[in-house]
């Protein structure tokens, strides 16, 4: 019966997407999301998706619209705490391959979740990003999903209204605390206009079909690196907005 959930909400979840769907077995399913590319397919994969670029060099969109990026951070105790602090340089590094006139919330969850900051300009983002703390607990993934669409309605988060909405979710498993509603959240979201992407670490990561079914798509939005050094390493791949790069950092 849970094999045939699966199926029904992953074509649900990705109706109206280019996503290919690889969901004929849980299995098949499985062992394609735990493959781990090269960092160079990883960081070529997400400057085309994430960042909106066709090579290293900055596009001009077809529509000038800038993005609200909310940057959604696993601290579960599954997470070292080592791990976790090198996973907010990475992330800070990766404000710089946005475009300047992004802005930038993010939360923080392990057994409940907590808007750390609201939409923020790139520089004061960077800044509140290194004064989160690590948590441990468990993985309430469901209670990111509820306040992460709190914060892109409300009126007094930051947040623009003709901004791209993205979600960058950064994490090494499966929720396991009201699991049941993480898909259905998930899927309010997408339906609400925000797209989910998502950066599973990990070799072999438990649960990994809930992840590829976070995500807005498989060929998209998810993203795989064994280790959080590999995540860095794939930041790293990722030439920095010319902006940042003429004033060396902000």
Request: glycine share 6%; charged share 25%; net charge positive.
């Amino acid at each position: 019966m849970w094999k045939f959930l699966c199926v029904v909400l992953m074509v649900l979840v990705s109706q109206g997407t280019n996503a290919k769907v690889f969901w004929e077995t849980e299995e098949i399913a499985e062992n394609y999301l735990q493959r781990v590319p090269p960092i160079k397919a990883t960081a070529e994969k997400m400057m085309r998706y994430l960042f909106g670029r066709t090579t290293s060099h900055i596009v001009k969109r077809s529509a000038p619209r800038p993005d609200d990026v909310l940057i959604v951070i696993d601290s579960s105790k599954s997470i070292p705490e080592s791990n976790f602090t090198r996973c907010l340089y990475a992330l800070q590094g990766m404000i710089e391959r946005f475009k300047p006139d992004a802005r930038f919330a993010s939360i923080l969850f392990s057994t409940k979740a907590e808007v750390m900051f609201k939409f923020l300009p790139a520089k004061k983002a960077m800044e509140k990003l290194l004064t989160i703390r690590y948590n441990g607990g468990f993985t309430n993934t469901q209670d990111a999903l509820k306040k992460s669409g709190r914060l892109f309605v409300s009126r007094t988060s930051g947040g623009r209204r003709n901004a791209y909405k993205k979600m960058f979710i950064l994490t090494d498993g499966q929720s396991n605390i009201k699991k049941e509603r993480t898909l259905y959240l998930a899927y309010v979201l997408k339906e609400l206009g925000i797209e989910i992407y998502v950066m599973a670490v990990g070799e072999r990561i438990e649960g990994i079909n809930e992840l590829g079914m976070l995500a807005t798509s498989t060929d998209k939005h998810l993203y795989r690196v064994g280790e959080m050094d590999q995540f860095m390493q794939v930041v790293q791949e990722i030439p920095k907005d010319p902006y940042y790069e003429k004033n060396d950092g902000i």
